[in-house]
């Protein structure tokens, strides 16, 4: 038995210094509000925002990978400012878990989804001091084992864990949408600048004998489909293009009635001006 308390006595931090690490004692609580950006904070991210973004057309505008990138970095400082530790990736998604058991832990997809779950058990030791100290485990050896089992985060009454989701929504819900938004942009331009030119290619270069008046038919009705948005008037214009460079130049063109159809049935009083050939 003496043994056991010289080794904990040992696990201890030896000098002040140490204790002043700047490592973070699990057990410790942060300041949420550190991590809530102040109107200077959002006045710079706003002015960075400007000088990163470039206008494709009047209607949208497009962010670059190493834009969503630094938000993605943004948010994961303001997280870790929060009391959260180092993410840790799980394929396409980063787990953040809070030094406080009882906190959610934040999951954070790749796409742009966050989930808020409940932390789950964790085997730590009880005492005091840094990290990286492994003799600290010396004092998770029996009877002291159970003041090493953290479950706070499935403990905690439903209510007090929807008030805390709640809490760390509020205090991230800026940096959080600043992410999405690089994200859908660089999601949308991907859609638009490869996804929707290959179904397109594929649709009417189509090796089977499928007939023409169902690939143009086909084509008409992707135009005709898209949203009333400003993404969905950019798609629109792509799939013009097609028509007019691939379809209109092809020994199957359009012709007036088909061109007079689809304008009938087109929900956002889009204009298709292609060239009709006599």
Known sequence: MLFFFLSILFAQDPTENDSKSTESDPTEETDPSKSIPSDKDLEKKENAEEQLQYHASEDIVVYGQKEVDRRRKVLESNLK??????????????????????????????????????????????????????????????????????????????????????????????????????????????????????????????????????????????WSTRTCTPEGNQASKVIALFLEFEVQTSEHPLSLEDLAEIQKIDRCERRLNISISN
């Not at 009877?143 to 205090?171: L, N, Y």
């Open 81 to 222: 400012n929060n009391g959260y530790r180092d993410g840790k990736r799980r394929g396409e998604k980063v787990v953040f878990q809070p030094e406080t058991v009882w906190k959610p832990s934040l999951v954070v997809y790749d796409s742009g989804w966050v989930d808020l779950k409940k932390t789950p058990p964790r085997f730590e030791p009880w005492i005091r001091g840094r990290k990286d100290n492994k003799w600290r485990y010396l004092s998770c050896i029996p009877p002291f084992t159970p003041m090493c089992i953290r479950a706070g985060g499935w403990m905690i009454s439903k209510r007090r864990a929807q008030h805390s989701k709640t809490d760390i929504v509020e205090q991230h819900l800026y940096d959080i949408q600043f992410w999405q938004e690089a994200v859908i942009s660089v999601g949308v331009q991907e859609r638009l600048e490869v996804d929707l030119p290959d179904q397109l290619d594929e649709i009417w270069s189509d090796p089977s004998s499928r007939p023409y008046t169902e690939r143009r038919k086909e084509i008409l009705d992707l």
